[in-house]
């Protein structure tokens, strides 16, 4: 009788890298045209700019490190740092915005540490983050939503804002611009303000935030059941967000927002699914997903509440990013045959 011998791994992977991000690209399709619809056809110049600078700066990194093109190249993940960066920009900013944040996000934040699998950080954060810290003020002009605002342009002439600063004839900017309820509030908190007076402005226009969410979720929905994410970190992240926000909001309701309100606005569903779940950047144990989810909520509600800046999730994801070996280390699950968890050098740990 003859046993076929082969050389390890004897499990094959169910799919690819590139399966899953094109998984992560399909789910990615229903929250942008929601986004294009509410808050304009500027959304998509940001990720038609982003995607192509990402896609560029991917393959001069790769030729500089003499590294082959295909693979990187192939497997759509720089496509997915480009678009979810594009997500989070302004629906009416410059050009050189979308730009400037894609070529830093692969240059720096992803190849310099090797590529993919790589990374310490989440490249399309930390793209967001230096501009939100180098260009406060371009990356807090927002257009207003729905019609009447930044929707009502058509893609040639959000294209044309977009690349010369130019609007139709007859068209202000601040006609077209609107704090978001997130700055809203914090206008408000900084001002010394209370909820209580300022509810209505921080609500008002705010529905279209609803409908994006609904778009992000069923987004989520979809890498699920495909088994692109698993379900640890977008439940503890969300479960961390209305924690915390409800334990702020009961010691003082008049300075604090509610947790519906921390929910619904800003980026939580849109960072809880597809960025937190990164699977280079986010903790790799099950228990470890849930701590590194209920961190990222709990921080992005305090940065929000005593931070500079409005939203938070892209700081808490990270600073969670940086805690993942820690996490890691303290939830490895027990070897099979064994008690407890083994370290790398064959100690039994606590």
């Known amino acids: 009788m003859k046993f076929p011998v082969q050389t390890s791994p004897h499990v094959e992977a169910r799919s690819s890298v590139a ?20 808050l304009g056809w500027g959304v998509l110049v940001n990720v038609l700019l982003a995607v192509g600078a990402a896609w560029l700066a991917e393959a001069l990194m790769l030729w500089l490190r003499a590294r082959p093109f295909r693979p990187a190249l192939t497997d759509r993940s720089v496509l997915i740092t480009g678009w979810i960066l594009a997500l989070c920009l302004p629906n009416l900013a410059p050009w050189w915005l979308p730009v400037v944040g894609a070529v830093f996000a692969v240059a720096v934040a992803k190849q310099l540490y090797g590529g993919i699998g790589y990374n310490l950080f989440n490249p399309a954060m930390v793209g967001y983050v230096v501009l939100l810290v180098s260009f406060p003020e371009a990356m807090t002009r927002w257009g207003a939503p729905i019609e009447g605002g930044a929707a009502s342009l058509s893609f040639f002439e959000a294209l044309q804002w977009s690349l010369f600063g130019v609007l139709p004839a007859g068209t202000g900017f601040d006609a077209l611009s609107q704090a978001t309820p997130l700055d809203q509030w914090r206008m408000v908190m900084t001002q010394g303000g209370e909820m209580a007076g300022a509810g209505a402005s921080i609500w008002q226009g705010g529905g279209w935030s609803l409908w994006l969410n609904v778009a992000f979720l069923a987004g989520g929905a979809w890498m699920l059941w495909r088994g692109a994410i698993r379900w640890h970190i977008p439940v503890a992240m969300i479960t961390g ?21 921390h929910l619904i606005s800003g980026g939580v569903i849109f960072g809880a699914l597809f960025v937190a779940t990164d699977p280079v950047t986010a903790s790799t144990t099950p228990r ?28 808490a994801i990270l ?4 805690a993942v070996p820690l996490i890691d280390y303290y939830t490895q699950p027990a070897v099979f045959g064994r008690k407890g968890r083994v370290d790398a050098g064959g100690e039994k740990g606590s």
Request: proline share 4%.
């Open 19 to 38: 399966d899953v991000m094109t998984t992560v690209l399909w789910a990615l399709v229903p929250g942008t045209v929601a986004a294009v619809w509410l």
């Open 241 to 261: 967000v209305l924690a915390t926000a409800t334990l702020l909001w009961g010691i003082d309701s008049e300075r604090f927002a509610d947790p519906l309100f």
């Open 288 to 315: 470890g997903r849930l701590v590194f989810g209920f961190g990222i909520g709990m921080l992005a509600v305090l940065i929000r509440s005593f931070g500079n800046y409005p939203d938070g999730v892209a700081f």
């Open 319 to 322: 600073l969670m990013n940086l």
